[in-house]
């Protein structure tokens, strides 16, 4: 994996941005469509700000969805999917497929066996996500599970992550934040050909320290993509000041 350090957010989005589209060119080139990963949270503004002008072409695209909250409509600010429709289904033309976690499903069993099958039916190849302050890849909070082979998993979300997803502002008190989240599974993150992570804010800098330093361990999750033949953490100088030189 590599790690690349920028002097500031922008320029780690914009980075970010250009290698993410360049492959899913390549992959548009060779296979005639793409199949992608998109995340959401505050970490993937500045990504996703130049992602959606590159010139890619979206119609051979298909996007999936990585995390969701449990039983939260797409009405409410914090919905996942509502994220990604206002910032990057409506701002890119012609999108092939968007294909969400509908996590608020009645029969949940049945939408994530759907989700399941369809994602099955992909090879993706990149993979754009961030890293939680408790070292969280999607909703895989510590201790996270490496070895599931399902997709997605119904994942009970520890005390740090709620406080960290209040922090942001997408909830005004810690008991309106679910309990539960749908999570795409590490396993398939890491199926994925190319893994773009991007890392900025001091908030993430011990989270950054023990995903790229220490060993490979469930109990800071992100240390798995230290296995992956290519990773790229993109990091700003906040986000990189704990680490050794
Ligand atoms: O950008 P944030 O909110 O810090 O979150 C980082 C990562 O954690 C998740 O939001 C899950 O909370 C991912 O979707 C995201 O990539």
């Keep these: 994996m590599r790690v690349q350090i920028h002097k500031d957010k922008q320029a780690l989005g914009k980075l970010a941005a250009e290698e993410g589209a360049a492959a899913i060119r390549v992959a548009i080139a ?18 996703i700000d130049v992602l959606v002008e590159s010139d890619v072409n979206w119609s051979c ?29 409506e701002r890119v033309s012609g999108l092939k497929e968007f294909v969400p976690v509908n996590a608020d499903a009645e ?41 599931t082979k399902l997709p ?5 979300l ?4 709620r406080r960290q997803q209040m922090g942001e502002g997408w909830f005004s008190s810690l008991e309106e934040v679910p309990k539960r989240a749908v999570s795409m599974s590490i396993r398939q993150i890491m199926a994925s050909s190319k893994i773009i992570l991007s890392v900025p804010d001091e908030r993430k800098a011990r989270a950054v320290k023990n995903a790229l330093e220490g060993q490979v361990s469930n109990r800071f999750p992100a240390s798995i993509v230290q296995e992956h033949a290519d ?3 993109h990091l700003d100088q906040a986000s990189a000041s704990l680490l050794s030189a």
Excluded: W
């Excluded at 060779?30 to 990504?47: L, N, P, R």
């Design 30 to 47: 060779e296979k005639g469509h793409a199949a992608i990963i998109v995340a959401t949270g505050a970490s993937q503004f500045e990504m």
């Design 61 to 89: 695209v298909t996007v999936f969805h990585l995390d969701e909250y449990v039983g939260l409509g797409i009405d409410h600010p914090a919905s996942f999917r509502r994220y990604l429709q206002e910032r990057f289904v």
């Design 107 to 147: 029969d949940l069993d049945a939408e994530m066996l759907a989700l399941g099958q369809r994602i099955a039916q992909e090879s993706i190849d990149v993979c754009f996500a961030g890293i939680g302050e408790n070292c969280h890849l999607a909703f895989n909070d510590p201790p996270a599970d490496f070895e």
């Design 152 to 156: 997605y998993i119904v994942v009970e």
């Design 158 to 161: 520890d005390e740090d992550c």
């Design 231 to 233: 990773t790229v953490m």
